[in-house]
C-alpha cells in the first residue's frame, strides 16, 4: 500500500506534477547556409535537450504555486549545478473543456502589434502567430479534464551577416498526474514488483501514470535508514536493482518535486 | 592655422566621405532588405555527437644543446614583452630575477637590463629590427661593461615577444648582416606556428572583433530584460581607436563592455602571423640556431572567461604583482559572474513563461467577455516575448565560451550529412520525426516531409585562450616544450607556474638546457 510520506503534502488540497522535454536551437533554411554562419550562430544550431519535472500544488495559505526541478540540464560542466527551483504562483493548466466557450474557431483574433491568436478545433491548438513568429499550444485529454501537451516556439532573427534563422523550441509535456480540490484524480499510488523481491529487479511505477521523471529513487531499510540511492535515471516505470540488501522489510521512495511517494516491499 | 584653412579650403573630400558613408549605409539597408526572414525554418536544429578532445602531446626535446653553457659569471636576460604590452610588462619579473627575489624565486647572478618597448604598428620584421636595435645600443655596451659574453645573454619572451625573438634568431644566421646578440630563448606561450586568433580578429582576415561584441550588444542590450548587466571585459586600457568607435556605434556603451580590445590587434605584423601566412609556416619549421624552451598553456574551462579575468586584472598591476610578481593564480572572476548571469536571465525566462501561462489562465476565465480573454492574450504574447529575450541573454553567457574556442583555433565544428528526418502529421495527432536511411523509406499516416539530418563533429583543441598549444609548443630542435597546466596567455606571465618554469629553467633542471643555468645571488 502506497503512503505519502510528507505531512504538508497530505494537507494539500491538489498536486500535479509532469515532465517537460524541451528541444531547442536555431534553425536555418538551408544548410548550404551553414558555410557562412559566424561562431556564435553555428554554436546556436546545436540542438539543446532538457529535462524537468513541473509540480503545481496549493500552499499552506491555499495559493496555486508551481515550481521546475532540473532533471537533465543544458548547462555546461563549467557552470556547476543548477540553482534550486524556487516556487512562483500558477495553477495547473487543466480545463474542463478545449476551446473555451465564445471562441470563435479557426479565424485569427487581433491581439495588437500585428499578433494574433487562432483556435484551431481539429487538433485542439491555440497558436499566436505575427509574421514568422509562432507560439502553438496543443491541447489533449488528460483523465476528464483536458492540458497542454505540447509548446512549439519560433522567432526569426537575422544574422550579423544577414542570413534567416529561427530561434525554435518544442516541448512536450507527460499527461499531468496528481489529485484535484474536486477529487477528480486520485491519489498517485506507487508500486513495486516482484514484492516480495529476491534477487530480480524491481520494476517502479506510479499507477497509471507513466512518463514522470523522479527526480530521486532511495530505498531506506525499516528504521528509515538510507541503504541505496540513484539520481534522475529516466521516466516512471524504472527498473532498479538495490543490491547488497539482507533479508527484511524495506521502503522505496521516489521523489517527484516537493513529495515523496513511498511502498515497502519484503527482500528474502 | 596652416591645417584647418586646408579644410575650410576643401571641402571635397569631406563630402566624399560623407557620401561613403551614406552609400554604404544604403547598401546596408538594401543587403538587409534583400535577404528578409520570410521563409520558414524548415531544418531542425543540428545534433552534435560528443566533443572529441584532441589532446596535445609535445614533441621529445632535443639534446642537442646538452653540452652548450654559459661561460661563469654574470649575464642579462632580456625580458621581451608580448603584442600590446610595453616596457611594464615584464619589469617585476625582471626587477626580481636581478636582484631581491621573491619567495621561492631567488635572485640569479643577473645584470638587470630594463625591459624594452619595441615599435608594434609594424611588421614582424620592423618590430624585430626594433628590439634589435635595443640589443645593440643597450644590452651590448651593458654587456661590455660588465665583460659579459653577449651570447651568454638569453631571451625570456612572452607571446609575440617569442616570436620576434625567433625571427632575430634566423636573421642572426646571416654573420655579414648582423651580429647576434642573444645565446638562447625561453618563449611563454608564442605563436610560432600562427595563430588563428589573429586572422579571426584583423580586418583583413575574418574581422570578427567588432561582430563579437556586436552580437553580445544585440543579446544583452533587449530592453525587455531586466537590468542588464555586461561583463566588465577591458582587456587592454588603451582601447583601439577604430574599435571603441565601431564598439559605440554597434552598442552605445562606450568601453565598458569591449572584449577583444587587443590593443594593436590590427597592427600589420598580426597578419603575418595567420595560420596560412609565410612566416608562420617558416618559423614553425626552421630548426634554431640556439638553445629553445617553450613554455605552453593550456587554460581550464570555460577558457574564455578565465583568460578574459586575467586580461581585464592585468589592465594595472595591482599591489598584489608589486609585491609578488608571480600571483596572479586566480582567474574565476569572470567564471562566476557569467554563471550568474546565466541563471538570473534563465530564472527571468522561467517566470515569464509562467507568467505567460498565468495570463493563459486568465484569458480562459475571461473568455465569456471576448475583449477581456484577448487583452489577457495579448498579456501572455507580451510575456513569451520578454522570455525569449531572456533566453537569448542567457545562451549568450553560456556560449560566449564556446564562440570564442572557434575564434581561438580551439573548437572546430564540421557539419556532416546523417540521412533524413521523416515528418508525418494528420489532422488529429501531434507529428511524429523518424529518421530514415533514403527519402523513399518516410511514409505513414497524413502527410509526410523529409529533411536531411545533419550532425556536428566537434575537435575540441587545449590552448593558454588566444595561442593553441599545438602552435606554442612545437618547434623542431626545440630544447623542450614544457606545459603550464591552468594557465592562460595572460597569466603565463605573472603566475606561480611561471615562477616554477622560470626557476627550472634557471636551476638547468630542463633536461639538453645546460645553457639556461644561472647561479642565483
Same mark, same amino acid.
Given at each position: ?74 548547462r555546461d560542466p563549467w557552470m556547476g549545478p543548477a540553482p534550486a ?19 470563435p474557431l479557426d479565424q485569427p483574433l487581433e491581439l495588437g502589434h ?155 | ?66 653540452? +652548450? ?5 654574470? %649575464? ?19 626587477? %626580481? ?109 575574418? #574581422? ?55 590593443? +594593436? ?92 501561462? #498565468? ?41 560566449? #565560451? ?91 606571465? #605573472? ?27
Amino acid at each position: 500500500m502506497a503512503t505519502l510520506l510528507s505531512y504538508s503534502a497530505m494537507a494539500q488540497t491538489s498536486f500535479w506534477t509532469a515532465t517537460e522535454t524541451t528541444f531547442r536551437g536555431s534553425r536555418l533554411s538551408d544548410i548550404a547556409d551553414t558555410a557562412y554562419l559566424l561562431p556564435w550562430d553555428l554554436e546556436a544550431l546545436r540542438m539543446r535537450e532538457t529535462h524537468h519535472a513541473r509540480q503545481w500544488w496549493t500552499d499552506d495559505e491555499g495559493h496555486s504555486v508551481t515550481a521546475a526541478q532540473e532533471l537533465k540540464g543544458d548547462r555546461d560542466p563549467w557552470m556547476g549545478p543548477a540553482p534550486a527551483a524556487s516556487a512562483q504562483p500558477g495553477e495547473a493548466p487543466l480545463r474542463a473543456a478545449v476551446p473555451p466557450a465564445g471562441i470563435p474557431l479557426d479565424q485569427p483574433l487581433e491581439l495588437g502589434h500585428g499578433w494574433t491568436l487562432t483556435w484551431s478545433a481539429s487538433i485542439p491548438q491555440q497558436t499566436y502567430a505575427k509574421g514568422d513568429s509562432s507560439i502553438a499550444l496543443t491541447w489533449a485529454a488528460a483523465g476528464n479534464q483536458w492540458s497542454v501537451v505540447a509548446e512549439e516556439r519560433s522567432f526569426p532573427r537575422q544574422t550579423l551577416n544577414g542570413l534567416c534563422m529561427h530561434d525554435w523550441s518544442f516541448t512536450e509535456r507527460s499527461p499531468l498526474v496528481g489529485y484535484g480540490p474536486k477529487g477528480a484524480e486520485s491519489r498517485p499510488t506507487l508500486s513495486v514488483q516482484p514484492n516480495p523481491r529476491g534477487r530480480q529487479e524491481l520494476v517502479l511505477e506510479l499507477v497509471g501514470h507513466d512518463g514522470i521523471w523522479p527526480s530521486a529513487v532511495r530505498c531506506v531499510d525499516a528504521q528509515g535508514r538510507l541503504t541505496e540511492s540513484q539520481p534522475p535515471q529516466g521516466a516512471l516505470p524504472l527498473r532498479w536493482n538495490p543490491v547488497g540488501l539482507n533479508s527484511g522489510r524495506y521502503i522505496i521512495q521516489i521523489q517527484i518535486g516537493n513529495q515523496t511517494y513511498s511502498v515497502a516491499f519484503i527482500q528474502h | 592655422m596652416p591645417s584647418s584653412s586646408h579644410r575650410a579650403d576643401s571641402p571635397a573630400p569631406i563630402a566624399l566621405v560623407v557620401g561613403l558613408i551614406l552609400s554604404l549605409t544604403l547598401l546596408l539597408s538594401w543587403s538587409a532588405a534583400a535577404q528578409p526572414c520570410s521563409n520558414p525554418a524548415s531544418l531542425p536544429a543540428i545534433e552534435a555527437a560528443p566533443a572529441v578532445r584532441a589532446d596535445f602531446v609535445p614533441p621529445t626535446g632535443s639534446l642537442r644543446w646538452s653540452n +652548450k653553457t654559459a661561460t661563469n659569471g654574470d %649575464r642579462i636576460v632580456h625580458f621581451i614583452h608580448g603584442l600590446g604590452g610595453n616596457a611594464d610588462s615584464w619589469n617585476l619579473v625582471a626587477a %626580481r630575477t636581478a636582484a631581491i627575489g621573491t619567495p621561492g624565486y631567488p635572485a640569479r647572478e643577473v645584470v638587470y637590463a630594463n625591459p624594452p618597448t619595441y615599435l608594434q604598428t609594424g611588421s614582424t620584421l620592423d618590430a624585430a629590427m626594433d628590439i634589435h636595435g635595443y640589443l645593440t645600443a643597450t644590452g651590448g655596451p651593458l654587456s661590455a661593461l660588465h665583460a659579459i659574453d653577449v651570447e651568454d645573454n638569453f631571451m625570456v619572451a612572452h607571446s609575440y615577444g617569442g616570436v620576434l625573438s625567433l625571427l632575430l634568431d634566423s636573421l642572426y644566421d646571416d654573420p655579414q648582416t648582423f651580429t647576434r646578440q642573444f645565446g638562447g630563448i625561453v618563449a611563454f606561450g608564442s605563436a610560432i606556428n600562427g595563430a588563428y586568433l589573429a586572422k579571426a580578429l584583423h580586418p583583413t582576415g575574418d #574581422n570578427l572583433a567588432v561582430a563579437f561584441v556586436e552580437e553580445a550588444c544585440r543579446a544583452l542590450s533587449d530592453p525587455r530584460l531586466v537590468a542588464p548587466q555586461f561583463p566588465a571585459l577591458r582587456w587592454i586600457p588603451g582601447l583601439d581607436p577604430l574599435l571603441r568607435t565601431s564598439v559605440d556605434n554597434a552598442c552605445g556603451l562606450g568601453s565598458s563592455f569591449v572584449p577583444f580590445a587587443l590593443k +594593436k590587434f590590427n597592427s600589420p605584423g598580426m597578419v603575418e602571423l595567420f595560420p596560412s601566412a609565410p612566416l608562420a609556416q617558416r618559423l614553425g619549421k626552421r630548426t634554431p640556431s640556439v638553445p629553445v624552451v617553450l613554455a605552453y598553456g593550456v587554460e581550464d574551462e570555460p577558457v574564455f572567461w578565465r583568460t578574459a579575468t586575467s586580461m581585464y586584472r592585468s589592465d594595472s598591476v595591482g599591489l598584489a604583482l608589486a609585491n609578488d610578481p608571480f600571483s596572479m593564480d586566480g582567474d574565476g572572476d569572470l567564471v562566476t559572474f557569467a554563471t550568474q548571469q546565466h541563471d538570473r536571465y534563465a530564472n527571468q525566462k522561467a517566470q515569464a513563461l509562467q507568467r505567460a501561462a #498565468n495570463y493563459r489562465l486568465a484569458a480562459w476565465a475571461l473568455s465569456p467577455t471576448l475583449l477581456g480573454s484577448l487583452i489577457a492574450e495579448w498579456q501572455a504574447v507580451v510575456a513569451e516575448r520578454e522570455a525569449a529575450a531572456a533566453d537569448k541573454a542567457a545562451r549568450w553567457y553560456r556560449d560566449a #565560451n564556446d564562440s570564442y574556442k572557434q575564434l581561438v583555433g580551439a573548437r572546430v565544428m564540421q557539419v556532416n550529412a546523417e540521412g533524413y528526418w521523416c515528418r508525418c502529421r494528420d489532422e488529429y495527432n501531434a507529428p511524429t520525426w523518424y529518421p530514415v536511411n533514403d527519402p523513399a523509406d518516410c511514409f505513414g499516416d497524413g502527410d509526410c516531409l523529409t529533411f536531411p539530418i545533419y550532425e556536428y563533429q566537434l575537435v575540441e583543441k587545449p590552448s593558454d585562450g588566444v595561442v593553441l598549444a599545438e602552435s606554442a609548443g612545437i618547434l623542431n630542435g626545440a630544447v623542450a616544450s614544457v606545459l603550464m597546466p591552468s594557465t592562460n596567455h595572460q597569466q603565463m606571465r #605573472n603566475s606561480s607556474v611561471t615562477k616554477s618554469v622560470l626557476n627550472r629553467v634557471m636551476n638547468g633542471q630542463i633536461p639538453g638546457g645546460a645553457f639556461f643555468a644561472t647561479p642565483t645571488r
